[in-house]
């Protein structure tokens, strides 16, 4: 008993001695405190590391969209802009020595009517905790949508419909635009002949000799001159007398005023109609140009309204520019939307048609041993259906600065590069 009171009272005072004595204070204090510390440090490493990588994923992902957007400006179903962005991002982590593993997606969006890419980086990395914070390890995104702004020009578009062969080049008939983009809103076919362009596209297919290799599958492309007046003169009526009675030309030289024309005009032999400057509206009957006669005009624009069309066949010489300024700067041709007729170019020497063509409810065939427009600046043509038959040659040239006909918005150049969409 006196020894156990003996080592009891022992221990008591060396217990009162340890706790008087400050000098492991410290050391059980960091031994308590110094684990959390560590904890935060590594973690504050951790997290710093993840802002660094979703800073540099973001990076990619932008980058990588920018480098796909062009690609829409020719790409016709979207499948070129995804594989530039994905391969730009593949490129791009390779380079990356402690890239986190990661999944991406590439989506063709609509934005504001025009195409985009959507590209979105979802990388991963484990945590230092092992991935217990946060649960499963670092998890973290790059978001990135970019539009082309570097569009070809258009210079062919082939509006369509509900008939098949909108735009169609048979025999030995050429189309050449080596400027700019032929784009058609339903299909192309050529059986025999060629077609050579900048780019050529179309939304549902496009088979035969086309250079570069066409695309299907693309967006259509609305008629860009949709809200043009072109009912200005149509209240206007025409005497029956002058229906009846087409004016006819087979020798000299006849100045046409601007204004409303009745019934029709056949040039033929050895005449020239020259029109003179402003609008000339061909109501009830045709314009035909035949023979070996000619038809020049410069700053003018020629409208057809429902019963009547244009015919250049033959020999006969024609060059046509369009309107300098007003509401019909740039338009050389047009028909009203109620205008169903086949306008026939026929002639080997229609040498000028600088302007645009537009004939929205008309069918424009070209044929025969013609040569078409090969000396004009440039020109475009929006039709519901282009056709070329026999062997003629049909030139779409994009010299849009060597004029003073200026290109009407929604056609001709268009601006380039491409941009992120905030």
Request: charged share 20%.
């Amino acid at each position: 008993m006196t020894t156990l009171r003996r080592i009891l009272r022992g221990l008591g005072t060396r217990l009162r001695r340890l706790g008087l004595d400050t000098r492991g204070n410290i050391a059980l204090g960091f031994a308590l405190i110094g684990p959390t510390v560590i904890l935060l440090g590594v973690g504050a490493i951790d997290l710093f590391a993840v802002h660094t990588a979703q800073t540099r994923l973001q990076s990619i992902a932008d980058a990588g969209a920018l480098a796909g957007a062009p690609a829409l400006a020719l790409a016709t179903d979207g499948a070129a802009a995804r594989e530039r962005a994905a391969s730009f991002v593949a490129g791009a982590m390779s380079e990356w020595a402690e890239a986190p593993s990661f999944d991406a997606t590439y989506e063709i969006v609509d934005q504001g009517g025009q195409r985009a890419i959507h590209v979105v980086l979802r990388g991963h990395r484990p945590s230092f905790f092992a991935n217990m914070l946060p649960p499963g390890g670092w998890n973290f995104s790059g978001d990135a949508t970019a539009t082309s702004l570097g569009l070809v020009p258009l210079c062919v578009l082939v509006t369509g419909g509900s008939q098949t062969k909108v735009l169609h080049v048979r025999d030995d008939g050429k189309v050449s635009a080596p400027a700019c983009m032929v784009h058609s809103n339903r299909d192309i076919l050529v059986e025999g002949g060629s077609i050579t362009a900048a780019a050529v596209q179309a939304v549902t297919s496009a088979e035969g000799s086309i250079s570069p290799e066409p695309g299907s599958g693309a967006a259509r492309v609305d008629d860009p001159f949709s809200d043009l007046d072109l009912e200005r003169n149509r209240g206007l009526d025409c005497p029956i007398r002058a229906v009846l009675e087409p004016l006819k030309l087979t020798a000299g030289v006849t100045r046409l005023q601007p204004g409303v024309h009745c019934g029709g005009l056949e040039a033929a032999g050895t005449s020239t109609l020259i029109l003179e400057p402003g609008e000339h509206w061909f109501l009830g009957g045709h314009l035909i140009i035949r023979e070996a006669a000619r038809l020049e005009g410069d700053d003018v624009v020629l409208f057809f309204d429902k019963a009547s069309k244009f015919e250049f066949i033959d020999t006969s010489l024609v060059r046509l520019s369009g309107r300098t300024s007003g509401l019909y700067a740039g338009i050389v041709m047009a028909a009203t939307r109620d205008n169903p007729q086949d306008f026939l170019i026929s002639s080997d020497n229609v040498e000028s048609l600088l302007g645009v063509i537009y004939v929205p409810a008309a069918q424009l065939i070209v044929q025969g041993n013609a040569n078409v427009a090969r000396d004009s600046a440039w020109t475009v043509i929006v039709a519901k259906a282009l056709k070329l038959n026999g062997s003629p040659s049909l030139f779409i040239n994009a010299n849009y600065n060597s004029t003073n006909v200026p290109v009407p918005d929604g056609v001709g150049p268009r601006t380039g590069g491409a941009r992120l969409i905030e």
